[in-house]
């Protein structure tokens, strides 16, 4: 393995990571001495300057000729410039002191890097926050969302192709047919847009400024932090609450279509959608889950609207992954838990933000069940699957099960560990899967309501590392394991 490319990227991961917490102290300090600037500052002054030491010091030299940047080295520089971004972005947290427990500070910035939107912190401890590091929260989930690798692609000449691929599988077809930086640059300016209409829609529809902000990147990124300590449940109505919906759902939207629609018109993206077997079984899930939820529990609400708002937009926030909570669900109907935990599995679109196993994959998944059945019928019968019109490679079908495979034996192994930290089964299953899907609250004592404060320090670590398998899908971080990856 060629070293020096990977450090250099790394370095250059951990520098965007220091020159994000130099821009929120700027911010910060303009709101005063209590708003945490110092804090900020220091910390994105040690990550530059680490950062900057390991990019400078391993970038070739102008006569040097330019090094091998292959399929191993991308995932070596994506797997550790991950776990090193969570770690300096942790340190606003600690010297501040807001948290200053070492795996809660690691807690939360894998939680806001991975946009999965779990914390450590009670809704006590989010409200007395102070607006810088609410700032911070927010910005690691943008910064997550869009993915710090494809921000880097679009601006570095080394490894394009090769990092696009590690950091977003659901952008594959996209990277064989066009040039990865090209790609690249589209996802951060469709990025960019949604960011920008959500920041303007969210003020219009009631939220004050800065919340207009916040909550734009962290519903756009799918991920669910909010500077409430009831989250949304703090805007208990249908503008602001209605508003976040339609996000999300463009959020979990494919923004293969949104390029799309910039290069051919909104005729070809409707058009494009409709066509989409995933983006149809997307709307589908929404609607026929939020039905449900809103039949089973009209009971709880004083009148049908609200029983459809509140369904409504918990089913959204957990089918996209976001995890923004309108209400305590933890007192629904068993089978509401039993179908939003279902939520927690699935995810949204492939190549959205939004985390999961990805309805893509499920759709391929449930039409390889049923050729396998017909196969067992007729043994002789040639069974092929169809998504949207063409013939599944039968290597792609080959890899969604592996995937497959691969999650729920994580869900399984992790459940295992956090029930030997003192979760019960049913919070550990729901934990488990909450982090690898980087969806955010769990159930029962890890609800909405809740936090996971009172975790072990062990549970804690374990649900980074579970946050962090789920965000990279797995190979980036688990093919350090194998000692012949390391080999020259």
Same mark, same amino acid.
């Given at each position: 393995?060629?070293?020096?490319?990977?450090?250099?990227?790394? %370095?250059?991961?951990?520098?965007?990571?220091?020159?994000?917490?130099?821009?929120?102290?700027?911010?910060?300090?303009?709101?005063?001495?209590?708003?945490?600037?110092?804090?900020?500052?220091?910390?994105?002054?040690?990550?530059?300057?680490?950062?900057?030491?390991?990019?400078?010091?391993?970038?070739?030299?102008?006569? /040097?000729?330019?090094?091998?940047?292959?399929?191993?080295?991308?995932?070596?520089?994506?797997?550790?410039?991950?776990?090193?971004?969570?770690?300096?972005?942790?340190?606003?947290?600690?010297?501040?002191?807001?948290?200053?427990?070492?795996?809660?500070?690691?807690?939360?910035?894998?939680?806001?890097?991975?946009?999965?939107?779990?914390?450590?912190?009670?809704? /006590?401890?989010?409200?007395?926050?102070?607006?810088?590091?609410?700032?911070?929260?927010?910005?690691?989930?943008?910064?997550?969302?869009?993915?710090?690798?494809?921000?880097?692609?679009?601006?570095?000449?080394?490894?394009?192709?090769?990092?696009?691929?590690?950091?977003?599988?659901?952008?594959?077809?996209?990277?064989?047919?066009?040039?990865?930086?090209?790609?690249?640059?589209?996802?951060?300016?469709?990025?960019?847009?949604?960011?920008?209409?959500?920041?303007? @829609?969210?003020?219009?529809?009631?939220?004050?400024?800065?919340?207009?902000?916040?909550?734009?990147?962290?519903?756009?990124?799918?991920?669910?932090?909010?500077? *409430?300590?009831?989250?949304?449940?703090?805007?208990?109505?249908?503008?602001?609450?209605?508003?976040?919906?339609?996000?999300?759902?463009?959020?979990?939207?494919?923004?293969?279509?949104?390029?799309?629609?910039?290069?051919?018109?909104?005729?070809?993206?409707?058009?494009?959608?409709?066509?989409?077997?995933?983006?149809?079984?997307?709307?589908?899930?929404?609607?026929?889950?939020?039905?449900?939820?809103?039949?089973?529990?009209?009971?709880?609400?004083?009148?049908?609207?609200?029983?459809?708002? *509140?369904?409504?937009?918990?089913?959204?926030?957990? %089918?996209?992954?976001?995890?923004?909570?309108?209400?305590?669900?933890?007192?629904?109907?068993?089978?509401?838990?039993? &179908?939003? !935990?279902?939520?927690?599995?699935?995810?949204? @679109?492939?190549?959205?933000?939004? %985390?999961?196993?990805?309805?893509?994959?499920?759709?391929?998944?449930?039409?390889?069940?049923? $050729?396998?059945?017909?196969?067992?019928? $007729?043994?002789?019968?040639?069974?092929?699957?169809?998504?949207?019109?063409?013939?599944?490679?039968?290597?792609?079908?080959?890899?969604?099960?592996?995937?497959?495979?691969?999650?729920?034996?994580?869900?399984?192994? +992790?459940?295992?560990?956090?029930?030997? @930290?003192?979760?019960?089964?049913?919070?550990?299953?729901?934990?488990?899967?909450? @982090?690898?899907?980087?969806?955010?609250?769990?159930?029962?004592?890890? +609800?909405?309501?809740?936090?996971?404060?009172?975790?072990?320090?062990?549970?804690?670590?374990?649900?980074? !590392?579970?946050?962090?398998?789920?965000?990279?899908?797995?190979?980036?971080?688990?093919?350090? &394991?194998?000692?012949?990856?390391?080999?020259?």
């Amino acid at each position: 393995m060629n070293r020096r490319p990977v450090t250099t990227f790394v %370095g250059a991961m951990i520098s965007i990571t220091g020159i994000a917490q130099l821009a929120a102290a700027a911010v910060a300090s303009g709101w005063g001495p209590e708003a945490g600037a110092r804090s900020l500052s220091i910390g994105g002054a040690v990550s530059l300057l680490f950062g900057g030491l390991l990019w400078l010091g391993n970038r070739r030299k102008k006569d /040097e000729r330019p090094a091998d940047f292959h399929r191993r080295e991308a995932l070596a520089a994506v797997g550790i410039g991950w776990a090193a971004t969570v770690i300096f972005g942790a340190l606003p947290y600690l010297l501040d002191g807001a948290i200053p427990d070492l795996a809660d500070a690691i807690f939360e910035s894998a939680s806001g890097f991975t946009t999965t939107g779990a914390s450590i912190l009670s809704g /006590e401890r989010i409200d007395g926050l102070n607006d810088g590091l609410s700032l911070w929260r927010a910005l690691t989930q943008w910064l997550g969302g869009a993915g710090i690798v494809v921000l880097l692609v679009s601006i570095l000449p080394m490894g394009g192709r090769n990092f696009f691929q590690s950091e977003v599988a659901g952008f594959d077809s996209d990277v064989r047919t066009t040039l990865a930086r090209e790609s690249a640059r589209e996802t951060i300016w469709v990025y960019l847009g949604l960011t920008l209409v959500g920041v303007g @829609c969210l003020w219009l529809a009631g939220m004050t400024p800065m919340d207009a902000v916040l909550h734009a990147f962290t519903t756009v990124a799918t991920g669910g932090f909010s500077n *409430h300590g009831d989250s949304l449940g703090h805007y208990d109505n249908w503008a602001v609450q209605g508003t976040v919906i339609a996000l999300m759902v463009l959020a979990g939207t494919a923004f293969s279509f949104y390029t799309l629609c910039l290069k051919r018109g909104p005729k070809s993206m409707v058009a494009a959608m409709w066509k989409s077997t995933e983006w149809r079984l997307y709307i589908g899930v929404l609607l026929l889950f939020s039905a449900a939820v809103a039949w089973l529990g009209r009971a709880d609400h004083p009148d049908l609207s609200t029983a459809l708002r *509140h369904s409504l937009f918990q089913v959204t926030s957990l %089918g996209t992954s976001t995890g923004f909570a309108s209400t305590d669900w933890n007192g629904w109907h068993e089978l509401s838990r039993a &179908l939003l !935990l279902m939520l927690i599995m699935t995810g949204a @679109c492939v190549g959205s933000t939004s %985390g999961g196993i990805k309805l893509a994959r499920i759709a391929i998944l449930a039409k390889a069940t049923a $050729s396998a059945v017909r196969r067992a019928a $007729s043994p002789r019968r040639v069974t092929l699957v169809h998504m949207d019109g063409e013939t599944v490679p039968e290597s792609i079908v080959a890899s969604v099960i592996d995937f497959a495979l691969l999650w729920t034996a994580t869900l399984i192994l +992790g459940s295992l560990a956090l029930t030997a @930290c003192g979760m019960t089964m049913l919070e550990a299953v729901a934990a488990a899967g909450t @982090c690898l899907g980087n969806i955010g609250p769990g159930i029962d004592r890890f +609800g909405p309501a809740g936090s996971f404060e009172e975790l072990h320090a062990a549970g804690k670590v374990c649900m980074s !590392l579970l946050m962090l398998l789920g965000r990279l899908e797995f190979y980036a971080l688990l093919v350090a &394991l194998i000692p012949r990856f390391w080999k020259d």
